[in-house]
Each structure stands twice: as C-alpha cells, then as structure tokens.
C-alpha cells in the first residue's frame, strides 16, 4: 500500500518520540538498579531493573535498526509491565517506583494506539489484581497493605479513563483529517485529469493575474516547459499580437477584461511562444467569481492555424465572387441611369419609381460588394499600402459632402469640423485614409438621430501609443447618437457584428465597416479605439503614423486596383 507524504511524515515522528521515551526509559531502569544496589541494598530489585534496562537496550536498537517501532513497542511495554510486578513484590513503588504505574498507560496508549493500550492496560489491571489476590489468599506477600493496593488500583483507573478519551478524541480527529485529506486529493486529482484531458490550453490566474494551473496542452502550444509558467504574471510572461503583429494592449487582453471587469470575453489574436513563433489562437476567458468578488479567471485556447487556411481559401474565393460581381453592378447602374435620363424614352412615373429602387438597391450591393472585396483583399494581405502626398482636411471634407448628401431630407445633422493648422499635407494611402473616413462618418451620421452634433478632429496626437510610431496622426469622429450597448462593445470590430440597439432601426448595415477600418488601422500600424455610452454617443479615434513606406512588393490584385478608384 502507498504512503502518502503527509502520512510518512507523521511516521517519522512518531517514530522519533518513540526512540526518545524508550532511551528515557533504558537510562531511567539504568540508573534506579545502580540506586537500588548501591544505595538501598536491594540487590534483587536493582539486578532486575538493570537487566531490564539491557533489555530496552536492546529494543531500542531493535527499532533503530528495524525502524518499525510496532513490535518493539510492545517489547517495550513488556519489560515495563515485568519491571513493575518486580517493584509490586518487592516493594520498590515505595520510591520512584509508582511513577511507572502511572506512566504505564500512557506510554501504553501513546506506543500502540486505542486498542493496544487498553489491551497493556488491562494487563496491568490483571497484574495489579492478581497480587493483590494472592496476597489476599496469603500466598503472596508484599511490603503493601491491601489498602495501598485498592489504592494503586483506583488511581490506575482514572488515569486509564482520562488518557482512552484523550487517545479516542485524537484517533476521531486523525480520522476525520484523513477522509477529508483522501476527499480533497481526490478532488484534486479528479480535477487535473479532467483539464490535462481537454484538447485545449487552459491556463487558470489567481486575482492578481498569476498563473496557477497550466495544462500540458497550454505549455506544449506555448513553447513552455512544464510547470515552468506557475507563478507567472501571465499578461507579462505571454504576449499577444494581432495580425499585423503588434502587441495587443493589456486593457484589450480578454484575461484582464475578466479579472478587472468579471465579464467573460473571446478574441482572435496571436500568442507569442517563448522561441518568438505566433500561434494563432481563439482565446475566451472567463472571471472565477465567488460572492460577487472576482478570485481569479480561466483562459481557454486553440491553435487556428487550419482555421485561418480555410479562412484564406474562403478569402480568394469572395475577392473572385465580389470581383465577377462588380461587372453586372456596374452595368445595371450604368443602364439604369440611363433609364432615369430618359435616354430610352420618357419614363411613367411609375416606371421611374421602380427604376429608382432598381438603382438604390444596386447601389447597396456595390457597397455591399466593395466592402466583401476590400475585407477579403485585407485578409489576404494582398491590399498594398500606396503612399501619396494627401491633404487630410480636404478629404475629410469631400467624405462628408458626399455622405450629407447621402442622408434624407428630414434629419438634420450639425457637422463640427476640426482640423489642426499644423496638418499640411502627409504621405500617406489616400485609399486607406478615405476608407476609414467614409466608414466612420458614415457611421455617425446613421446612428445619429436628427439634430445631433458629428464632430471630426483630425490632428497630430501628442500622445505615444504602444505599437503607434511616435508621429501618429490622430482622425477622431464622435457623435451624439445611439451609442453601442456596454454588453456589447466587445464584439465591435469582429466581422458582421451588428449592436442590438441599432438592428432593427437600420437594416441596410452590412456589420464590416468596423471591421474594415481596424483592419486598415493595423495593416498599417496604427490602433483603433473607441469610447461609448448608449443613448448618450459614441467617439472613434485612430492612430496612424503620420508618414507610410510603401509595405511588401507582391500581391497588387486586379480587382484591388480596381476597387481604389472606385471608393
Ligand atoms: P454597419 O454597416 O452595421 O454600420 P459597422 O461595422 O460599421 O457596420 O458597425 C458595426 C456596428 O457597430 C453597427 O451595426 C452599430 O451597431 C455599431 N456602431 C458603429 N458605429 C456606431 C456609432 N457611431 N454609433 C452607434 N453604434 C455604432
């Protein structure tokens, strides 16, 4: 049978106050015979007591040698008892002597437990009794009178009672810590096979963002050694970039969304391993909460490298379907412009009411379309970043004249502009820049009910952002419209997502415009982020550094080159 540690430990010692108490009792035998010889002139009691002291003597090396003190302890308590009828007739209890008949069911319940010591005890009850029988019969004398004995004999008792409920007590609670002792490995083990099992990486913080439980898995994916990430500040220790490759900031990291907010979170990003590889990953994590505090949070994660191929042969295949498409789009628009001048006759105005949904609907779909193609061309990476001398204000405010137009004769927008004087023109990719504009605008002034205020800022940013280049250019648009639901907000930017509060005011959104100009912000190396309450508006900004090196020489598609100068 195995040992736990806890119980081995308990063994040795147990043992070592067993060596202890049988060196006290060899010594003590010892040194009452060399009294008794000496001293007294009881030769008979001396002799004994001294071969008894051999005879422990000889246990105790007994159990050094054996190191099981069980058998030996019960030598032990034999000498003893046989040591103690020698002082009941001859009467050497008249000394010291008594002191072994009160120790004797101590070291007798302390040697060998409950029943052993009630078994020794009971031996020394018979002994006690049996001499004083004999002597009651006259065939025994002892130096005793037979109320010194009755005494010796009740005061044995209590002491027996007193030290079997002491004994019962301590087995009770040795017990009851062992079963729960058992029950809680039990647990523990039942727990870890479970999470050693999960195919996935499970990593598990404490409230102060430590790792306490890694599994294999975690490790493994990681590129850590076992055991080696406990104790570990994870954030620290494991970064996680995104797919341009810059770090993601610890606020946005789901782990500590969940220890400082409690709310469970998912993201797609890229772990670094301790060799520096990426791992993409599909990371959610979840707040422990236990009586409304927050005790720590679980990460799970898998490797999506296979996911993202699949995502990538997905890709080609919209960038080829949105570019087919664009042909008849153009076309129907082109014919029904036509229609709409009355080039082929004048039009009923029924006829023209159709047509004009005809032209609207196309429309929709071109930016449908444009959007499914410059997603797809992000992804792919195959966007090329062309930089250009741009003048910002210019562009922001071509982008807004064509959205105003864009909006129906009965909601009225005020429009705040604020441009920076210092602005003059950047090198950068009047493509992206337009894009991201005409998203967010756009954004602002559909999501804003009437009379509500758009302001776009755009200036150099005085602040240094992690992974923004010190020179970053600052394009912030804030409203005062519907603003996105707090439960929300961390979904913003995953492709297609539409808040609730909006889905059933607007049903022409696509859900990639977001998307779309985070994508731009990172192909790029800029960030995005956003600040909003519902009902009250919402504010985007996002860093660009202020000048673009012309990124990669490959992957300049058709249809991407097509695409631009349509937006
Ligand atoms: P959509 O085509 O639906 O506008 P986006 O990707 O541009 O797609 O935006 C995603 C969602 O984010 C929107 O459906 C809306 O719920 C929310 N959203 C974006 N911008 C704003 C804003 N300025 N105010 C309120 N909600 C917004």
Redesign the pocket.
Known sequence: MSTTPDATQRNKGKNRVAYIYTTVTCLSLAVFGVLHIALEGNQLLGILELLDAFAVLLILVGMRVAKNIRFQSHLLLLCILTIMFVLLITGGTANTGIFWFFMFPVSAFFLTGGKGGMAWTLALFALVAAVTALQHFGILHTPYPFIALRQLFVSLLVITIGVYAYQRSRDDMALATRQSQQASVEEKLKAETIIENIDEGVIALNAAGEVILANRVAENMLGWRPGELTGKKFTATVPMVDDAGNEIPLKQRPMYQALTHGVPNHITAMYVRKDGGKLPSFITSRAIVVDNKVHGAIETFRDITQEQAIDRAKSEFVTLASHQLRTPISAIAWVSELLLHGDAGTLKPEQADYIQQIYHSNKRMAALVDAMLTTSSLELGSLQVRPQPVDLPDLSRQVLEQQLDTLPADKIIHVKENYAPDLGTVLHDQYMIKTILH?LIA??L??TPSKGTVTVTIKRSSQRLEGVPQKAILIQVA?T????PEGQQSK?FTKL???D??KHKDTD???????IVKTIANYVGGSIRFE?EENKG?T?SVWLPATMNARGDAGITESTEKQRGDT
């Open positions: 998203n954004n602002a559909k999501y409203d419209g519907m603003g996105i913003i997502f539409r808040a509060n909006i959104g696509t859900g990639l415009g977001l998307y909003s919402s985007f």
